[in-house]
């Protein structure tokens, strides 16, 4: 074996020094380019109330003058905009489903708002962000023993023993959901009174979108001294209501009147009423409703702006075409996502000063997907319906008295799609088959893929008549405000 020379040795060793420092080069470079800036915005934590259950808990008030400031400019605008500081937003989840939607808000939604709560039907902490159990102030008779607060027991003990709550989801959320409303409006009209300048509350639960943006501009045209409760219609018996996950717009003044009104009467009768009332009624927004309509305030109707449906589901008419979009229910984690980042694009684009309309997401979002018919897709065409004899059921038109094409319609995509087009402008502008089947629909809607699902559709839209309607919609000299 051949021992290696001093020359040997220290080109080995300098080789290997070189590569050593190629690779620490490398290293930094690779932080300071890729990885994110460890100065970059964190949201800081929400407004925090002391837990019931745990006097002396410290109080925690998140004020935006003490909080680290975004490092997009953005960012820092959307929550420092003016109106943002008079707003404190409530947001309703349930212990079963927080760590599958609250994260996607944490990151968009809460980095602009300044004041916000989260309520649950539990009391935890997600990261630094306590989330205050909305069901803690109902009397015990109602929590120890009512069968509503069966899931309510389940996930104490689930947190007691560090189980995944989430495995609790089911039916029983619906029950003990409509108990969270009163008691959180409460708790959140307490604590606007420790706080300086807030003169609205905006409810929303997890599956809600809010449009920042539109929502302040929207509370500019309103006075807060005035008595106000907003939101999308609901009809319950002889109660109309806001739709709670659509959201749900309160003015100061009226936060006053229910004070007044609950201390006038005492906290525990009053508090004893509305529990026995909620006990019989099937939901908790409409269970405010009547709370509101004691005091004087009747809703305030405030569709199309805040709206149930989703970007996909809506039907894009004239109804909502020249209309501020505040508010979508039942959206996902993504959709929350994708209408915040159109938010900010729009924002850079227009400044916080000009709202966008329902039009602009569907040109953003719809436009070019209806340009192309679509497999495995159900677009939610049902005005008319065509069915063969193997698929008819009670109700449908019988299929020998159909008119010819209306017939042929469900021999193929062509053929039903051919059925659209004979119809008059205005009656289908939509259609979808499926073998034996040829459904239309007169209002343009995107639906949804079906491709995991146990039926499939083909999908179209007549492109002629999706012009037509953009034409005749206009291109919205002037906002509607209200609905």
Same mark, same amino acid.
């Given at each position: 074996m051949t021992a290696s020379s001093p020359l040997t040795c220290n080109r080995t060793t300098t080789a290997r020094l070189s590569i050593v420092f190629l690779l620490l080069m490398g290293l930094f470079l690779f932080r300071d380019l890729w990885l994110p800036d460890v100065s970059s915005y964190k949201p800081s934590p929400p407004l925090a109330y002391p837990d019931p259950k745990q006097p002396g808990t410290p109080q925690q008030q998140h004020n935006s003058s003490t909080a680290a400031k975004p490092a997009a400019s953005t960012s820092q605008s959307c929550a420092s905009v003016p109106g943002a500081e008079k707003v404190l937003v409530l947001l309703k989840t349930g212990a079963t489903e927080l760590y599958q939607k609250l994260p996607t808000h944490v990151v968009t939604t809460f980095t602009c708002v300044p004041h916000?709560?989260?309520?649950?039907?539990?009391?935890?902490?997600?990261?630094?962000?306590?989330?205050?159990?909305?069901?803690?102030?109902?009397?015990?008779?109602?929590?120890?023993?009512?069968?509503?607060?069966?899931?309510?027991?389940?996930?104490?003990?689930?947190?007691?023993?560090?189980?995944d709550m989430s495995q609790l989801k089911g039916d029983g959320g619906w029950n003990l959901d409509k108990w969270k409303f009163l008691p959180m409006l409460f708790q959140a009209f307490e604590q606007a009174e420790k706080l300086e300048?807030?003169?609205?509350?905006?409810? *929303?639960?997890?599956?809600?979108?809010?449009?920042?943006? @539109?929502?302040?501009?929207w509370l500019k045209t309103m006075d807060p001294k005035q008595a106000y409760y907003l939101g999308a219609q609901n009809v319950i018996g002889d109660t109309t209501f806001a739709h709670g996950g659509s959201g749900v717009v309160v003015s100061r003044r009226t936060a006053d009147l229910m004070?007044?009104? /609950?201390?006038?009467v005492g906290k525990v009768p009053y508090d004893?009423?509305?529990?026995?009332l909620t006990s019989i009624s099937c939901c908790g927004d409409e269970v405010i409703a009547r709370a509101f309509k004691e005091v004087g305030v009747e809703l305030t109707p405030a569709w199309p702006l805040i709206q149930g449906e989703t970007v996909s589901s809506i039907d894009w008419t004239e109804n909502h075409w020249c209309t501020p979009a505040i508010t979508w229910h039942h959206v996902s984690p993504l959709e929350v996502d994708l209408l915040f980042q159109f938010q900010a694009d729009w924002v850079h684009a227009h400044g916080w000063e000009e709202p966008y309309l329902f039009h602009h997401l569907f040109d953003h979002f719809i436009a070019r997907h209806v340009a192309v018919n679509r497999?495995?897709?159900? @677009?939610?065409?049902?005005?008319?319906?065509?069915?063969?004899?193997?698929?008819?059921?009670?109700?449908?038109?019988?299929?020998?008295?159909?008119?010819?094409?209306?017939?042929?319609?469900?021999?193929?995509?062509?053929?039903?799609?051919?059925?659209?087009?004979?119809?008059?402008?205005?009656?289908?502008?939509?259609? *979808?088959?499926?073998?034996?089947?040829? #459904?239309?629909?007169?209002?343009?809607?995107?639906? /949804?893929?079906d491709e995991r699902e146990g039926e499939h559709w083909v999908s179209g839209w007549v492109q002629g008549?999706?012009?037509?309607?953009?034409?005749?919609?206009?291109?919205?000299? /002037?906002?509607?405000? #209200?609905?």
């Open positions: 916000y709560m989260i309520f649950s039907d539990l009391a935890q902490t997600f990261a630094d962000l306590p989330i205050h159990d909305a069901i803690a102030p109902v009397s015990s008779h109602f929590r120890e023993h009512h069968e509503d607060f069966e899931l309510y027991r389940k996930l104490q003990q689930y947190q007691r023993e560090g189980q300048g807030i003169e609205w509350f905006f409810v *929303m639960e997890a599956d809600t979108s809010v449009s920042w943006t @539109n929502l302040l501009q004070l007044q009104r /609950r201390n006038t004893e009423k509305w529990e026995e497999t495995h897709w159900n @677009n939610l065409s049902g005005d008319q319906r065509f069915l063969s004899a193997a698929f008819a059921q009670a109700g449908d038109r019988d299929f020998e008295a159909l008119e010819g094409y209306e017939r042929d319609s469900v021999e193929s995509a062509e053929a039903c799609a051919g059925a659209c087009e004979r119809k008059g402008d205005g009656e289908c502008v939509q259609w *979808m088959f499926a073998p034996g089947r040829c #459904h239309l629909g007169k209002d343009l809607r995107f639906g /949804r893929s008549r999706v012009e037509g309607l953009r034409e005749r919609f206009g291109g919205c000299r /002037r906002v509607r405000w #209200h609905g």
